[in-house]
């Protein structure tokens, strides 16, 4: 496994965890960690990307976290519910 190889991994793992604790209601939809692994992983597995010019997944990923990025923004702006 290359660096590159373990990098991408632990984005897109990041994304996968977020996505898990989201399905399970373990974490809110709109709230503010969600939006973060989001972030973190898709900026992780974008830059992968862009390493190995895997130009389709830096597109996918670097979209991915814009729009997260622009949730956060929005989630940050409004007061956030207790529980």
Do not use: H, R
């Not at 709230?31 to 992968?48: D, E, K, P, Q, R």
Request: net charge neutral; hydrophobic share 50%.
């Amino acid at each position: 496994m290359t660096t590159n190889d373990i990098i991408g991994t632990i984005g897109v793992g990041i994304i996968l965890v977020a996505y898990f604790l989201n399905n399970f209601s373990l974490i809110k939809q709109n709230g503010n960690l969600y939006f973060i692994l989001n972030v973190i992983g898709a900026s992780i597995a974008c830059y992968t990307s862009y390493l190995i010019n895997y130009i389709p997944f830096v597109v996918l990923e670097g979209t991915w976290a814009v729009v997260s990025l622009i949730g956060l923004i929005q989630s940050t702006k409004k007061p956030q519910e207790l529980a």
